[in-house]
């Protein structure tokens, strides 16, 4: 199970942290990634890490501005999201995949992901 939270309405350039939340399975086998999907758009992949070794991914437009990290004890990941654009509105999501790392698959493919959680929305304002 994936629990998402730390979604807002925030103004334009604030900053947001979301969490994730998992259980039922064992995390450091698992690679968490975070994905979202605006309004009339399809879902995308924001960022991922590896719970085993810590490696990060990210979206070339989120680079710089959103940083992805772990707490293996707590079971938990986090997307720290700063200088928001009313263009990352959207619901995100959070997702695991295993095993990992999957040579020759992109971490953004996301029908290589086996637990979904149910999203948290993020709203920034202009």
Not at 84 to 113: F, H, I, M, N
Not at 114 to 119: P, V
């Amino acid at each position: 199970q994936l629990v998402e939270s730390g979604g807002a309405l925030v103004q334009s350039g604030g900053s947001l942290r979301l969490s994730c939340a998992a259980s039922g399975f064992t995390f450091d086998d698992y690679a968490i990634g975070w994905f979202r999907q605006a309004p009339g758009k399809e879902r995308e992949g924001v960022s991922c890490i590896s719970s085993s070794d810590g490696s990060t991914y990210y979206a070339n437009s989120m680079k710089g501005r959103f940083t992805i990290s772990s707490d293996n004890a707590k079971n938990t990941v986090y997307l720290q999201m700063n200088s928001l654009k009313p263009e990352d509105t959207a619901v995100y999501y959070c997702a695991a995949t295993s095993p990992w790392p999957k040579y020759g698959r992109s971490w953004y493919a996301q029908e290589d992901y086996d637990y979904w959680g149910q999203g948290t929305q993020v709203t920034v304002s202009s």
